[in-house]
């Protein structure tokens, strides 16, 4: 959006129709209210930008169908010429009917009409500039069949929408819905308005409505319109004046048939702008951040540098008009608050809004339609005092950040220092502080303005938080979309019936439906289209139930660009769901479910022991999680905070995020049986996302990289293509995107790896972890301690012949007989002093490792797993040590 500048904030409210309450859809389902419909069609007009016409910025929805619009405003309007008794010069007349037709042909092409144009919904600006207002009222409500009131000013509407009469869906004289009003309408509109303008007065003003609107339609049998009104308004002299090429343009605009009268295209090139045109450059809309253009073609440095450097300049008008609205809520504002101060919104006690009420003795007292729920379109301006009062303290320099300064370290931000201490606070207080919001919503916008040059600086700041704002951008940052998205998305055949269709019409109103925007029609709409694109471009795979669910995030936030979204999906899946929709998808999944059960075992073995034991499986309860990565199960807003620190992880992230969930149901677990169990998860409990996000990353951080490692996991990218770039880390890679050496991990198959119960680690992660290349175990917990023990379980003999170093030895002869009984086991008692650490069991065969491993998960052993391929894979790399002999 463009910056606000010298534009202020607007609001102005309306209701919709109410629908009966006890009708259903064809579906079963309840009707859609038309608040809702409204909010969905009001999206899209959030993009259409064009100096000439005011820009919208929000739609909120109240009680009783009341919506509320925020958009760009202006206080001077053509009703201020009328007011004052001012008659613009016939140069200025062409300047403004030139203007206005740029911001109608503009329109047009987005398949819009303005149909309410009027002397007070045509602004200026500073400058003398037009900015058409409520543009969008007649698209948002469907062409008027959503509200009660029509919409348009009797006196502005053209011939043919008045002989069409006022329509209604209730009605039920009317046989047919009234065609939409064309780009001719605003024509004639137009025309009305400059007249009254050349002519120092309003049209028709002082004629009853009934007597206006037969006058209007009796023009159609008189041939020079522009001469019987004025002689009907006294100003025949006045307009007999003006130069020919205005009277022209008043004879073409205010022309009675609809075939004959030109669209504000034809205009724009008429020679009676010959000598206006020219000093107009056309609009060009500025190109996105994921094209195949040059984003940055247009910049240029001004003639004079000291522009840029003005004093006590106003920073906060210098954000885009969004960015300032979003921080004016955050700041304390109130639209109905604001609406009510200025008694555009009128409260009543309940019964004096009854439409009839009956005393005691049956007398019947009622009252007719409550003026309240008509329009009033009157724009309230929304006062930024508090907002600019609330910012007096942030410097100017934190408007303009410096993005080349690595000074600052994970997991600090390159934000302001004085709101360093804000970092710490909870997540949710941080998305509502306004100060906090600016800084980190100027800093994300610069990074993704910089993108893709600057992607790891986007990663390093989302692993602070991601503003709200900006979420959908940035997801698409760390998700690494890149190339022209829209013409890829364009080239996809979304309109052809496939099979698939019937399954997603029924799943759609079923997902995340308690939003309001993604229940409207335009949501159902744009979620089908997103859908098929993605079923179609992937032939290979096939429609699941929860596909629509994972699509719903993307969809939510990059609500007004589908492309985006099915972008975002498109390179989310492979990640963290390869190969989970193909037909058969039984082995992919038993897989996941069987690597997830040895994390729950790894992490927290006694709530694995007591699982097991009921027989309650991951099976029973984790394939919504892990098919939907978790949208089947939290609303939307938990998932936003939950994806922002998935997005950063690899694909065995949602691991850890499953065994968070587990441990924070963990009292209630350990206490229930099957059938509780059941009860728990078909109703899940409350969920602390955020305390789940930081387990999450505490149990990632325990865990080693192969200790996760899939067979039918995404193949290792291409060279060049892993993590982030310089910002790779243990933390944002992936085991399979590692280069495979022989000391690797080898793939196992289902079946091998049910009959394990903990995890095995590679041999190379073994030697990183422990750092072998400097001859001892150095990685080490904040405590100081060594975060890992290898547990060598061969006999005296063969660890004295070579072992790693910082081993201990117990041998598996002194627990275990030779037929595989447990005889004792001393490593229960050794091994105490080593609670905490990550135990890797070490042996000459996995079988012997296993059983060891069983033993100790058995004992509640935490950690525990088991090295792939045992000593022999560690014998080539010659690290292993020897003891001195004794002297």
């Not at 004085?418 to 994300?444: K, W």
């Not at 998935?646 to 206490?671: H, Y």
């Not at 033993?855 to 790399?877: A, E, M, S, W, Y």
Request: proline content about 7%; aromatic content about 8%; glycine content about 6%.
């Amino acid at each position: 959006m463009r910056p606000l500048k010298d534009a202020q904030l607007g609001a102005f409210t309306f209701f919709a129709s109410a629908l009966p309450h006890d009708v259903c859809g064809s579906n079963g389902l309840p009707l859609t209210p038309n608040s809702i419909k409204i909010l969905g069609r009001f999206q899209v007009l959030k993009t259409i930008t064009h100096p000439r016409l005011c820009q919208y910025v929000d739609m909120s929805r109240g009680k009783h169908e009341r919506l509320i619009v925020v958009a760009e405003h202006f206080e001077s309007s053509l009703r201020d010429f009328q007011k004052q008794g001012k008659t613009p010069s016939p140069e200025n007349v062409l300047q403004i009917a030139y203007e206005v037709l740029e911001g109608l042909e503009f329109m047009n092409k987005h398949g819009m009409v303005h149909r309410a144009l009027s002397a007070h919904n045509v602004l200026m600006d500073c400058k003398g500039n037009v900015k058409l207002a409520k543009f969008g009222l007649y698209h948002m409500t469907d062409h008027g069949a959503d509200v009660d009131f029509p919409i348009g000013y009797p006196s502005y509407l053209a011939p043919e929408v008045i002989a069409q009469g006022s329509f209604h869906p209730s009605d039920s004289s009317h046989d047919k819905t009234p065609l939409p009003s064309g780009p001719k309408t605003d024509v004639w509109s137009l025309g009305v308005l400059l007249f009254e303008l050349c002519a120092g007065r309003r049209l028709l003003q002082n004629i009853d409505i009934s007597e206006r609107l037969k006058f209007i339609l009796t023009l159609g049998c008189i041939d020079d319109i522009v001469t019987v009104l004025a002689e009907e308004h006294g100003c025949l002299d006045a307009i007999k004046e003006l130069p020919g090429n205005v009277l022209e343009l008043l004879r073409k605009c205010l022309t009675f048939l609809p075939s004959k009268r030109p669209t504000p295209a034809n205009l724009l090139g008429d020679p009676v702008f010959s000598g206006v045109s020219r000093l107009y450059t056309p609009f060009k809309k500025p190109v996105g951040l994921f094209s195949s253009s040059l984003r940055c073609a247009h910049l240029e440095l001004p003639e004079d540098i000291r522009e840029l450097c003005k004093d006590d300049e106003d920073y906060l008008s210098e954000r885009a008009i969004n960015e300032v609205h979003h921080l004016w809520c955050l700041a304390g504002g109130d639209l109905e608050k604001e609406l009510t101060n200025k008694e555009i919104i009128q409260s009543k006690p309940p019964i004096c809004t009854l439409p009839n009420f009956v005393l005691e003795d049956g007398e019947s007292f009622g009252q007719g339609r409550d003026r309240s729920f008509l329009l009033d379109d009157t724009t309230v301006t929304l006062s930024l005092c508090q907002l600019r009062n609330r910012l007096k303290d942030v410097p100017g320099e934190a408007y303009y950040p410096l993005l080349e300064d690595e000074q600052s370290s994970l997991p600090q931000s390159n934000s302001s220092n004085e709101l360093s201490a804000t970092v710490t606070l909870p997540l949710i207080i941080r998305e509502r502080d306004t100060e906090y919001q600016l800084i980190r919503i100027i800093l994300f916008d610069r990074l993704l303005k910089a993108y893709p040059y600057k992607k790891n600086s986007v990663w390093k700041e989302a692993r602070v938080d991601i503003p709200p704002l900006v979420r959908g951008l940035a997801w698409a940052a760390l998700l690494g979309i890149d190339g022209d998205i829209q013409a890829k998305y364009e080239s996809t055949d979304k309109d052809t019936p496939i099979p698939t269709d019937r399954q997603i019409e029924v799943d759609i109103p079923r997902c995340h439906q308690y939003d309001e925007l993604l229940s409207s029609p335009q949501g159902h709409i744009k979620f089908r289209r997103v859908l098929k694109a993605w079923v179609v471009s992937h032939p290979d795979l096939v429609y699941w139930q929860g596909l629509d669910s994972l699509c719903a995030p993307f969809l939510y936030l990059n609500f007004n660009n589908e492309a985006l979204a099915y972008a975002c999906m498109s390179a989310f899946i492979p990640k963290y769901l390869y190969n989970f929709f193909l037909k058969d998808n039984s082995h992919v999944i038993q897989e996941y479910l069987t690597v997830f059960s040895q994390m729950i075992a790894f992490h927290d073995p006694e709530l694995s022991n007591h699982l097991n034991e009921i027989g309650f499986i991951p099976d029973l309860y984790a394939i919504p999680w892990f098919l939907t990565m978790f949208t089947h199960v939290f609303p939307l807003h938990k998932i936003f905070h939950l994806w922002d620190t998935l997005l950063l992880g690899n694909s065995s992230f949602p691991f850890c995020i499953g065994v968070a969930i587990l441990q924070q149901l963990r009292d209630r677990l350990l206490e229930n049986g099957f059938n509780e169990c059941i009860l728990l998860f078909s109703d899940l409990p409350e969920i602390d996302i955020e305390r789940c996000v930081r387990e999450s990353i505490n149990l990632f951080c325990w865990t080693p990289k192969s200790a996760t490692y899939r067979q039918h996991a995404q193949p290792p990218k291409a060279a060049g293509d892993i993590g982030f770039g310089k910002a790779a880390t243990y933390y944002s890679s992936d085991y399979q995107d590692m280069p495979k050496t022989d000391l690797s991990r080898e793939p196992l198959s289902l079946c091998d790896l049910k009959a394990e119960v903990s995890p095995r680690i590679s041999a190379e992660d073994l030697i990183d972890l422990c750092e072998l290349s400097m001859a001892g175990p150095t990685k080490r917990t904040k405590a100081g301690k060594p975060k890992i023990i290898a547990v060598d379980i061969r006999s005296v003999e063969d660890f004295g012949r070579g072992h790693i170093s910082g081993s201990i030895n117990i041998p598996f002869s002194t627990a275990f007989s030779p037929d595989g009984e447990l005889v004792q086991c001393p490593a229960t008692g050794i091994l105490q002093n080593y609670r905490g650490r990550v135990i890797v069991i070490i042996s000459h065969t996995i079988k012997v490792a296993t059983m060891f491993a069983v033993h100790l998960v058995k004992v509640n052993f935490q950690r525990v797993c088991i090295l792939d391929g045992g000593i022999n894979k560690l014998k080539p790399t010659g690290l292993l040590t020897v003891p001195s002999p004794q002297i």
